[in-house]
């Protein structure tokens, strides 16, 4: 994922393009560049570097670039190596000047057809064909670049946001979303996108959220939005500072407020990666499609809350791509004999990608025989990023809670887009991946559905309010989301709470349960159903006192020994995650039932980076 910046003012706007980039570096650190239409001689000039985005300002310096429309970006290659060449911007000679986010899957059979057409590439990208076709439209056609801008787009398939400046323009600044989001920053005589509003926030309070499809002018004065070649008008939306990650806002605790940025940030992660019912390979990297061409097996390596994402993808890893796949805890993972299946994926999951444990089990694994390695995680410029083959990025943002919440979720949503992508390989037809691709798609909204259930479970939280000790059920897929439910609870309420197979109640767990010991269970709407009430009925009989969190689809009834919490009706697929909300605020309200520190739980660290 990349971050893009643009901005027209009557005042030099370099600076404001440079601070957008700190601000987005989370995106991609592995390149940067600007481009301005240059004060003086009204021409692009670009400035270009390898590496964070200080590379970028000290160039900047050095070159004393200024101008009043600028676009900038920082980029994570997907296409072609980090070079100077390769970053953005890109240009079509000296006249049109593009930065994009996303990715062209048909862009090899335009560039063909462009260098058949006398156009020389530069570059290894495919921004560097968007530029050259649109420069191709201009010159042909003699039209404006905003429709240019319109006639190319419909020759790209893929996912982009694009931000595009040229020298006979040198008052607009136009802008596309397809599948990568853009937003236009309204200030007072002088306007701004970008990729993130968190970009933005030095300059500008207000937002027009662009909608898929979107094509926008950006002017000095005033902005146009096209959808369908129709002119449209968006909302503007004003965000204060308690936006900002590092703000409470409203929210009483950032646990509360991280719980309920999931819907964005799940849309955030899943932006740029699927298109027209399927997933975008080249999203894990340069080297996806010849690493993953190899995998035979997959071997996950991960710690805590990151270690139950994991395991949920074990299950799917194995339904979806029927692939055998191992998961092993980070800490013990080097301290056994490793038997390394040939054609085996090493993959790491982490939300910091500094867990000490997690990134000497990648070191461990280097010098096995494993076909490559994938890190699953929050942080651009983390360790494990830097020394994994692939990756692919959850965009949750900073989470400052010590109890992972949009981490985790982010996460099985990357890992679900992992196991769709290698099942290509093995058997998954394309209906069946555009099925899930638009089960996916559905997720953001189900989850802020499903956020709904807060007042309700606020309410169940104080009959937890005396308990010392609590048992979390789940069947199949669903045991390591009851795992996840138990850790939060104990993690920021003291409450201790142990998660089990529900099969496994009469193997001993069944001895602890009276009417003081509270029993949480997950009872999605799939196939182990019908078994799970057959365990949680012992648990009545016994005069447990059960709290489950069902499908509505069920219709699972209350009795004097159960409440019943009922969850939106979802895909089966998606359950885990959307299981995963309920537990989440049962943990919260627990916790402030009991009075304990919610975001700064006792002993424990937001990334632990010591052994």
């Not at 601000?23 to 560049?33: C, H, K, P, Q, T």
């Amino acid at each position: 994922m990349c971050g893009i910046v643009g901005a027209i003012a009557e005042r030099n706007v370099s600076g404001i393009l440079l601070e957008g980039l700190k601000r987005l570096e989370y995106r991609g650190y592995d390149s940067a560049g600007l481009a301005l239409i240059d004060s003086a001689n009204k021409k692009i000039v670009k400035v270009k570097a390898v590496g964070k985005v200080h590379k970028l300002v000290e160039a900047a310096k050095k070159s004393k670039i200024k101008g009043q429309l600028g676009i900038a970006h920082t980029r994570w290659a997907t296409h072609g190596k980090t070079t100077v060449a390769n970053a953005h911007p890109h240009t079509s000679g000296s006249d049109i000047a593009i930065v994009h986010n996303g990715i062209i899957e048909n862009f090899e059979p335009l560039r063909d057809k462009l260098i058949k057409a006398g156009y020389l590439f530069k570059t290894q990208t495919d921004t560097e064909t968007i530029a050259h076709l649109i420069h191709q439209e201009r010159k042909n056609g003699k039209i404006s670049l905003l429709n240019a801008v319109k006639k190319t787009v419909k020759k790209l398939h893929g996912a982009y946001g694009l931000c595009v400046i040229d020298n006979d323009t040198p008052d607009q600044i136009v802008v596309a979303r397809s599948g990568s989001p853009l937003v236009i920053g309204v200030g007072i005589g002088e306007n701004f996108v970008a990729s993130d509003p968190l970009a933005l926030g030095q300059v500008t309070d207000r937002f027009v959220y662009l909608e898929e499809g979107d094509i926008a002018q950006v002017g000095l004065e005033s902005y146009e939005i096209w959808h369908a070649g129709k002119k449209v008008r968006r909302s503007v939306t004003t965000i204060q500072s308690k936006a900002a990650d590092s703000e409470k806002g409203a929210y009483k605790h950032f646990m509360l407020k991280e719980m309920h940025e999931q819907p964005q940030v799940l849309q955030d992660t899943l932006d740029g990666r699927i298109s027209d019912g399927k997933v975008l390979e080249q999203a894990f990297g340069l080297k996806a499609n010849a690493l993953f061409n190899k995998v035979k097996n997959v071997q996950i390596v991960a710690c805590g809350t990151s270690f139950h994402a994991g395991q949920v993808a074990k299950y799917w890893l194995e339904s979806v791509a029927k692939l055998p796949c191992q998961i092993d805890i980070a800490s013990d993972y080097r301290y056994r004999d490793i038997i390394v299946q040939p054609g085996t994926l090493f993959v790491t999951v982490s939300q910091s990608g500094e867990t000490a444990d997690t990134l000497a089990a990648l070191r461990f694994a280097k010098t096995k025989s494993y076909v490559g390695s994938l890190a699953i995680c929050n942080v651009a410029s983390s360790s494990l990023v830097r020394e994994s083959a692939l990756c692919l990025l959850t965009m949750a943002g900073q989470e400052i809670g010590v109890a992972s919440t949009k981490a985790f979720t982010t996460q099985l949503a990357v890992l679900l887009i992992l196991s769709i992508v290698l099942g290509r390989r093995t058997g998954l037809s394309t209906i069946q991946e555009t099925k899930l691709v638009k089960d996916l798609a559905r997720l953001p909204a189900i989850i802020a559905k499903t956020l709904k259930l807060n007042k309700e479970i606020k309410k169940v939280a104080k009959q937890f309010s005396d308990k010392h000790h609590s048992l979390f059920l789940g069947r199949g897929i669903q045991y390591p989301i009851a795992k996840e439910g138990a850790l939060k609870l104990k993690e920021i309420s003291y409450i201790h709470a142990e998660a089990y197979p529900a099969g496994e109640l009469k193997h001993g767990p069944l001895a602890l349960v009276d009417n003081q010991m509270p029993v949480v269970a997950v009872a999605p709407n799939n196939d182990l159903l019908g078994k799970l009430q057959a365990n949680l009925s012992t648990v009545s009989a016994r005069g447990g006192k059960l709290y489950v969190f069902a499908d509505e689809s069920i219709g699972y009834k209350h009795d004097k020994n159960c409440k019943v919490i009922h969850v939106p009706k979802c895909p089966d697929i998606l359950a885990p995650i959307v299981f995963t909300i309920p537990l989440q605020l049962l943990s919260y309200h627990v916790a402030i039932t009991k009075g304990t520190d919610v975001d700064h739980p006792r002993n424990l660290a937001k990334s632990v980076t010591v052994e």
